[in-house]
């Protein structure tokens, strides 16, 4: 069941955090699926680094049937370690490195098939040059590539003619420019999407996306000593009366002055989120509670003493809450956002700890 709270806005409605069904599989879909939208990269290492093994291990069992045993024990030794990548990466959220060692393992077979099969392993030549481009970084997949380019002319015995030595060496030279070219262009074109998808457009800050994927890496990672272990929810009072009298405009810039405000105050080691509507979120590192209280407390006076709309003077209510262990981001949360709605219903302007109420 989501778990539901009290918003913090005026009105006190009631809003719904969904959390993450048990298991670590958000909702229902396959985990694989899933991997392929948060990073298609490992997604890839996911599905291929199995398929690689198996083809490794078949290929060995080929070998040793033809009583090649030298290769047979190469290609079974790809294969264990292809099989291993595969069993580290199994829950792994990014690739890392772990996409290299896959890489290598498709070029050494490869490699291992020119060489123990000749002219007839040449096709796995292209579709390998392809893929490493979906297991690495663009730059590194060309150095990765570049011993299968040259195995044609470096392997003695391979071609068997001018023709198609040229053939072969144009095909994969031209397979490492496109493939290249292709890859930096969907780097590109991640990243761009990656930026609209996780700031706030009014802002520029980073938004409840962002939030939700911050907060679940602290709490994964569980050294709050190391990481920002103390949130603070603030929120504009009366938004809802600036927006109705001087129109949107007006309350579009007081958000986005008090975005402005925030990145000011905050040291370099916090983060500043926008959650929705007229609510802020702040992430930073404090030692105890009478130093979250006083981060707080400043935040409350600076943005008085600064934030002007067209009817004079805007304040903002804030909640606090330290880390306390929640293995749930939003059970976190929803302590800050309680305290907010006390502050709310004490007559805005002011500030709640949720660690002492």
């Known amino acids: 069941m989501p778990w539901r709270g009290p918003r913090a806005g005026n009105g006190g409605v009631n809003f719904v955090i969904p959390r993450p069904l048990s298991g670590g599989v958000p909702w229902i879909?396959?985990?694989?699926?899933?991997?392929?939208?948060?990073?298609?990269?490992a997604g890839t290492h996911r599905v291929l680094a199995p398929l690689s093994a198996l083809f490794l291990l078949l290929y060995a069992i080929a070998l040793a049937w033809d009583g090649q045993r030298l290769g047979a024990g190469l290609s079974a030794g790809l294969a264990a370690l292809a099989a291993f990548r595969a069993w580290r990466m199994r829950r792994a959220v990014h690739v890392g490195q772990q996409g290299l060692w896959i890489a290598a393992v498709n070029v050494g077979g490869c490699l291992l098939g020119c060489s123990f099969s000749g002219a007839t392993a040449l096709p796995w030549l292209f579709?390998?040059?392809?893929?490493?481009?979906f297991l690495c970084e663009p730059r590194r997949a060309v150095v990765m590539n570049v011993p299968l380019v040259l195995a044609p002319i470096l392997l003695p015995g391979l071609l068997t003619s001018i023709g198609q030595g040229v053939s072969v060496i144009a095909v994969s030279l031209l397979?490492?420019?496109?493939?290249?070219?292709?890859?930096?262009?969907?780097?590109?074109?991640?990243?761009?999407?990656?930026?609209m998808a996780s700031?706030?457009?009014l802002t520029g800050l980073p938004n409840r996306r962002m939030l939700e994927r911050t907060l679940t890496r602290q709490i994964e990672e569980r050294r709050e000593h190391e990481r920002l272990n103390g949130l603070i929810i603030l929120d504009l009072d009366h938004f809802k009366d600036i927006n109705d009298l001087y129109g949107h405009a007006a309350g579009d810039a007081a958000l986005a002055d008090l975005a402005t405000i925030l990145r000011f105050e905050v040291r370099g080691d916090d983060e500043?989120?926008?959650?929705?509507?007229?609510?802020?979120?702040?992430?930073?590192?404090?030692?105890?509670?009478?130093?979250?209280e006083l981060a707080t407390e400043r935040l409350r006076r600076a943005i008085r003493g600064a934030l002007r709309g067209p009817g004079g003077k805007i304040t903002v209510s804030l909640g606090a809450a330290r880390?306390?262990?929640?293995?749930?981001?939003?059970?976190?949360?929803?302590?800050?956002?309680a305290a907010l709605y006390l502050a709310k219903n004490n007559?805005?302007?002011?500030?709640?700890i949720a660690d002492h109420l």
């Open 199 to 201: 700031l706030d457009a």
């Open 127 to 133: 579709p390998t040059l392809m893929v490493n481009y």
């Open 323 to 337: 880390h306390a262990g929640e293995t749930h981001w939003q059970d976190w949360f929803s302590r800050a956002d």
């Open 29 to 41: 879909r396959p985990d694989v699926i899933v991997q392929f939208r948060r990073d298609f990269r």
């Open 272 to 292: 500043v989120f926008r959650f929705g509507g007229e609510e802020f979120v702040v992430l930073l590192r404090v030692e105890s509670l009478a130093e979250l």
């Open 347 to 352: 007559g805005r302007d002011s500030y709640r």
């Open 175 to 195: 397979t490492l420019v496109l493939g290249l070219a292709f890859s930096l262009r969907i780097q590109d074109d991640r990243v761009q999407l990656e930026e």
